[in-house]
């Protein structure tokens, strides 16, 4: 499946762009990132600490072990501070 | 209810003007939060947003404060980019029938949005810039709602 994946903040930074397009036969959003640490350093860095991350299914706040079954946007960052 | 997410900056007094004139609305309130510099060093901070997301999730927080408080009107304003010191970043109104609903909202809006809005603060120094890190204290101010 074709699956919009999104970053923001210092995960952005470390992977070093804003959203790619990404064909995944993940199941959940735990397998995404395992698959995605295994490509490449800078996503090893940018993933090494997912207490420190927060994940965003179709621009929905959830967990890590959420299914990707029908979602089109995945989004990863940082604790948000907003206000 | 107005949600609105912009880089602009907004003029206060205009936009209260045309707020909570319900003829049911006893008390409005309204905060603004800015820019601060506590190190005098401080040459811009720049806030990102997840664009969509910013305004689904605040206007679930402002629904959601609306019911809760029974407010007759509900204000949110927040800006991204660029801002320097002293710049307005945002601000919430409420308006109530009484004071006590009014001012409880606008703190609970003010707590939801800080945790759970998708912003991100970056300062920029003249040293170097960094990521605001959230604070534990943000996430359990929740605890009390």
């Known amino acids: 499946m074709k699956i919009e994946v999104l970053y923001f903040a210092w995960v952005r930074e470390r992977i070093g762009e804003p959203r790619e397009t990404l064909e995944t036969e993940a199941a959940t959003v735990m397998d995404l990132v395992e698959e995605l640490r295994a490509r490449e350093p800078r996503y090893d860095l940018a993933f090494s600490d997912l207490k420190s991350l927060r994940v965003a299914l179709d621009q929905e706040l959830t967990e890590f072990d959420a299914s990707l079954d029908g979602v089109r946007e995945v989004a990863f960052f940082p604790p948000m501070t907003g206000g | ?108 809006l003010m707590d939801y949005l800080k945790s759970r809005a998708p912003f991100w603060k970056k300062e920029v120094t003249r040293e170097g810039a960094d990521w605001v890190a959230a604070k534990d204290a943000d996430e359990e101010a929740l605890n009390r709602w």
């Not at chain 2, 907004?10 to 409005?28: E, I, R, S």
């Not at chain 2, 304003?77 to 029938?97: E, S």
């Open chain 2, 1 to 108: 209810m107005q949600v609105t997410v912009q880089s602009e900056d907004f003029d206060l007094a205009q936009v209260l003007k045309g707020f909570g004139k319900a003829p049911n609305t006893g008390a409005t309130v309204s905060f603004t939060g800015r820019v601060r510099d506590d190190s005098g060093t401080l040459e811009h901070m720049e806030i990102e947003h997840y664009p969509g997301m910013c305004e689904a999730t605040i206007t679930k927080i402002a629904e959601e404060a609306a019911t809760r408080w029974s407010l007759t009107d509900c204000l949110v304003i927040h800006r991204y980019g660029n801002l320097r010191p002293g710049d307005q970043i945002m601000m919430v109104a409420t308006a109530a029938r009484h004071r006590v609903e009014a001012f409880e909202a606008a703190e609970y």
